[in-house]
């Protein structure tokens, strides 16, 4: 009947954009909805303050959203694949070399 001396930590529960993405495990997710968001401000600001049509300027911030977001989004997740790949080209290079060197070439 002893108490455990370890504080129980409650689960984290996953952070999920419209029940579907998880923004927390998804490489450059987070990034894209904050940058969407951004864009989103300043486009639909700017378009405002030109012509001062709110409707209008409404409808050019959610198109600003969603190109910047999508944008974004190709641009992170193309740099992050071509890093996996680079990664993965490193780690093979060092396990030939570490091979090499257990086991030299007889001449």
């Known amino acids: 009947m002893a108490a455990s ?17 998880d923004i927390e495990n998804t490489p450059c997710a987070r990034e894209s909805i904050l940058y969407g968001s951004l864009g989103s401000i300043v486009t639909g600001l700017g378009h405002f303050l030109v012509t001062s049509r709110i409707r209008r300027s409404c409808d ?6 969603i190109l910047v977001t ?3 989004w190709f641009h992170c997740r193309y740099n992050f ?9 490193a780690r093979e290079g ?7 060197r257990k086991h030299p070439p007889q001449s």
């Open 5 to 21: 001396s370890e504080p129980h930590e409650p689960e984290k529960k996953p952070v999920k954009l419209l029940g579907i993405l």
């Open 60 to 65: 050019v911030g959610v198109g600003g959203f």
């Open 70 to 72: 999508l944008g974004y």
């Open 81 to 89: 694949a071509k890093q996996r790949i680079q990664e993965r080209i």
């Open 94 to 100: 060092i396990k030939d070399q570490h091979f090499i």
